[in-house]
Protein backbone atom coordinates (compact mmCIF):
# COMPACT_ATOMS: atom_id res chain seq x y z
CA UNK A 1 0.00 0.00 0.00
CA UNK A 2 1.21 3.63 -0.96
CA UNK A 3 1.36 6.57 1.24
CA UNK A 4 -1.86 8.21 -0.36
CA UNK A 5 -3.51 4.91 0.23
CA UNK A 6 -2.63 4.74 3.76
CA UNK A 7 -3.67 8.23 4.14
CA UNK A 8 -6.83 8.06 2.98
CA UNK A 9 -7.36 5.07 5.70
CA UNK A 10 -6.31 6.81 8.68
CA UNK A 11 -8.72 9.75 7.03
CA UNK A 12 -11.67 7.21 6.87
CA UNK A 13 -10.68 5.98 10.74
CA UNK A 14 -10.65 9.48 11.54
CA UNK A 15 -14.12 10.51 10.60
CA UNK A 16 -15.26 7.08 12.23
CA UNK A 17 -14.26 8.15 15.32
CA UNK A 18 -15.86 11.65 15.05
CA UNK A 19 -18.94 10.67 13.97
CA UNK A 20 -19.10 8.03 16.62
CA UNK A 21 -18.17 10.36 19.33
CA UNK A 22 -21.42 12.41 18.01
CA UNK A 23 -23.49 9.23 18.05
CA UNK A 24 -22.74 8.56 21.88
CA UNK A 25 -24.46 11.73 22.56
CA UNK A 26 -28.15 11.19 21.63
CA UNK A 27 -27.46 7.20 21.21
CA UNK A 28 -28.27 4.53 23.84
CA UNK A 29 -25.55 4.50 26.35
CA UNK A 30 -24.47 0.86 25.40
CA UNK A 31 -23.49 1.83 22.11
CA UNK A 32 -20.43 3.76 23.24
CA UNK A 33 -18.82 1.01 23.81
CA UNK A 34 -19.95 -1.21 20.53
CA UNK A 35 -18.43 1.70 18.41
CA UNK A 36 -14.98 1.51 20.49
CA UNK A 37 -15.12 -2.55 19.96
CA UNK A 38 -16.01 -1.34 16.34
CA UNK A 39 -13.34 1.45 16.14
CA UNK A 40 -11.11 -1.31 17.84
CA UNK A 41 -11.74 -4.02 14.56
CA UNK A 42 -11.12 -0.99 12.32
CA UNK A 43 -7.27 -0.28 13.96
CA UNK A 44 -6.95 -3.47 13.87
CA UNK A 45 -7.53 -3.90 10.11
CA UNK A 46 -4.59 -1.34 9.11
CA UNK A 47 -2.68 -4.81 10.13
CA UNK A 48 -3.61 -6.33 6.19
CA UNK A 49 -2.58 -2.16 4.90
CA UNK A 50 1.02 -2.50 5.92
CA UNK A 51 2.34 -6.27 5.96
CA UNK A 52 2.77 -5.89 9.50
CA UNK A 53 0.71 -9.00 10.79
CA UNK A 54 0.66 -9.81 14.69
CA UNK A 55 -1.47 -13.22 14.64
CA UNK A 56 -2.80 -12.75 18.48
CA UNK A 57 -3.86 -9.75 17.00
CA UNK A 58 -5.47 -10.73 14.01
CA UNK A 59 -7.77 -13.50 15.85
CA UNK A 60 -8.88 -10.58 18.64
CA UNK A 61 -9.83 -8.75 15.01
CA UNK A 62 -11.84 -11.58 13.99
CA UNK A 63 -13.39 -12.66 17.05
CA UNK A 64 -14.22 -8.91 17.04
CA UNK A 65 -15.98 -9.34 13.79
CA UNK A 66 -18.06 -12.11 14.76
CA UNK A 67 -19.32 -11.21 18.03
CA UNK A 68 -19.26 -7.77 18.14
CA UNK A 69 -23.41 -7.17 17.64
CA UNK A 70 -24.27 -9.51 19.88
CA UNK A 71 -25.02 -6.16 21.73
CA UNK A 72 -28.17 -6.04 19.69
CA UNK A 73 -29.65 -9.26 21.43
CA UNK A 74 -27.80 -9.12 24.81
CA UNK A 75 -25.95 -6.25 26.91
CA UNK A 76 -24.90 -9.05 29.40
CA UNK A 77 -23.45 -11.17 26.55
CA UNK A 78 -21.79 -8.03 24.86
CA UNK A 79 -20.10 -7.05 28.44
CA UNK A 80 -19.11 -10.77 28.66
CA UNK A 81 -17.79 -10.83 25.39
CA UNK A 82 -15.79 -7.45 26.11
CA UNK A 83 -14.25 -9.11 29.46
CA UNK A 84 -13.07 -12.06 27.65
CA UNK A 85 -11.44 -10.06 25.51
CA UNK A 86 -9.34 -8.05 27.94
CA UNK A 87 -8.76 -11.86 29.43
CA UNK A 88 -7.43 -12.75 26.35
CA UNK A 89 -5.13 -9.97 25.84
CA UNK A 90 -4.15 -9.45 29.35
CA UNK A 91 -2.51 -13.38 29.26
CA UNK A 92 -0.75 -12.12 25.89
CA UNK A 93 0.56 -9.35 27.80
CA UNK A 94 2.28 -11.71 30.26
CA UNK A 95 3.08 -14.24 27.54
CA UNK A 96 4.99 -11.42 25.35
CA UNK A 97 6.53 -9.63 28.77
CA UNK A 98 7.75 -12.63 29.47
CA UNK A 99 9.36 -12.99 25.99
CA UNK A 100 11.29 -9.65 26.74
Keep these: MNEDELR ?9 FLTAARGC ?7 GPLRLIDGLSRVLQIQNI ?4 DPFLLSLKKEIDEKK ?5 SEEKFIK ?10 GELKKRSRKS
Design 25 to 31: VDEPQIY
Design 81 to 90: FIDELIKKSV
Design 50 to 53: TGVN
Design 69 to 73: YVVMA
Design 8 to 16: SKLFDLTLF
